[in-house]
């Protein structure tokens, strides 16, 4: 059974940074693309960034430029950096995992971003 376990987030200031990571385990090949969504406060689940097994990555263009998505393909593990955050960047973050023709996901982890 493929397990997602999300570490870093917490609480930053606007401008500041923070930095996610995810490791996969109970894989037995390839995950075919991880990266990461999140939930704000009272709104639907959004995709921030996605990575294929290739490397190509594609991000939510409210975050390009600020956000940088990266993935350790020998170690199953998938990191998202912030930079430049804003307090709407507040949100639960989750990350995926394509494999086997399913979607799995993390816990969340909670980002707060205070003005």
């Known amino acids: 059974q493929v397990q997602l376990v999300e570490s870093g987030g917490g609480l930053a200031q606007s401008g500041g940074s923070l930095r996610l990571s995810c490791a996969a385990s109970?894989?037995?090949?390839?995950?075919?693309?991880m990266g990461w969504h999140r939930q704000p406060p009272g709104k639907q689940r959004e995709l921030v960034a996605n990575i294929v097994s290739g490397g190509s990555t594609n991000y939510a263009g409210s975050v390009k430029g600020r956000f940088t998505a990266s993935r350790d393909n020998a170690n199953d593990t998938v990191y998202l950096q912030m930079d430049s955050l804003k307090p709407e960047d507040t949100a639960v973050y989750y990350c995926h995992a394509v494999y086997g023709g399913y979607v799995y996901w993390g816990q969340g982890t909670q980002v707060t971003v205070s003005s």
């Open positions: 109970g894989t037995s090949s390839k995950i075919n693309a």
